[in-house]
């Protein structure tokens, strides 16, 4: 268990208008480690624009602000990181033109995606998905064990992805994920994002302090 796991978000994949007053809410109402920006149908220059407003939004916060799938745009615009998946290009290219920004790399639930990944330069391992979710349509699943392993036998940080809300999160973070990645329960937050960002918070200091009693 990691008594500081923390809240990972990542953006809508359609922006809403006036997203970033929304965004800016949300990263105020709470602890939120780093921002994912993920628009898998916006332009380049969509992209680009959509860094130009959000990123200072976020690092005003000390918000890690990582862009999704394109390391070199990362790199050329100033992100602190990017997040790359399987197809997303050479995890080791990717590797060198971030030289010291955050390179996180999706694992799915293969210890041997991970060990690669790791060798590879990653900052952190992403596992899931872990429950069902309505943001993507995913066809790899995760299994808890894999987290309690990579815990276990590895010191580079786990991120958990995939349906995750405050009402099922405790399990997670009692595996060992050191963030918790979340679309979903902070944007379509019944009561809104600040509230999805406190209801997160809560659920994963709740599922802390619970693991610290055993
Ligand atoms: C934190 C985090 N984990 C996993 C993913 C998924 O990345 P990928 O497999 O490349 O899928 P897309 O996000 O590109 O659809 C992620 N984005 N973030
Ligand atoms: C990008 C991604 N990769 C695996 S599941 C997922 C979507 C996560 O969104 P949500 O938190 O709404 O399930
Ligand atoms: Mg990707």
């Excluded at 809240?7 to 929304?22: C, D, E, G, N, S």
């Excluded at 615009?77 to 390179?103: E, N, P, T, W, Y």
């Excluded at 790791?118 to 066809?139: I, L, M, N, R």
């Amino acid at each position: 268990m990691d008594p500081d796991c923390r809240l990972y978000l990542i953006t809508p994949p359609v922006l809403p208008p006036r997203f970033a007053w929304q965004l800016a809410q949300a990263l105020d109402a709470g602890d939120v480690a780093s921002l994912q920006l993920r628009l898998k149908d916006a332009t380049p220059d969509e992209v680009r624009r959509a860094i130009e407003e959000l990123m200072p939004i976020a690092q005003a916060r000390d918000v890690a602000f990582l862009l999704n799938d394109d390391a070199a745009l990362a790199a050329e615009m100033g992100c602190d990181g990017a997040h790359l998946g399987q197809s997303d290009g050479d995890h080791v290219a990717a590797r060198a033109l971030l030289k010291d920004r955050i390179l996180g790399i999706t694992c799915h639930g293969s210890r041997h995606l991970a060990m690669r990944a790791g060798e590879q330069g990653a900052d952190y391992v992403a596992f899931g998905a872990f429950f069902p979710t309505a943001t993507k349509e995913v066809s790899e699943a995760a299994e808890m064990e894999v987290l309690e392993w990579w815990s276990e036998v590895f010191e580079v940080p786990s991120v958990a992805i995939g349906g995750i809300t405050a009402a099922n999160c405790a399990p997670l973070v009692q595996a060992g994920a050191n963030f918790l990645a979340v679309v979903g329960a902070v944007w379509n937050h019944p009561e809104g994002p600040a509230a999805g960002v406190k209801a997160m918070n809560q659920a994963i200091a709740a599922a802390g302090a619970m693991a610290a009693e055993d």
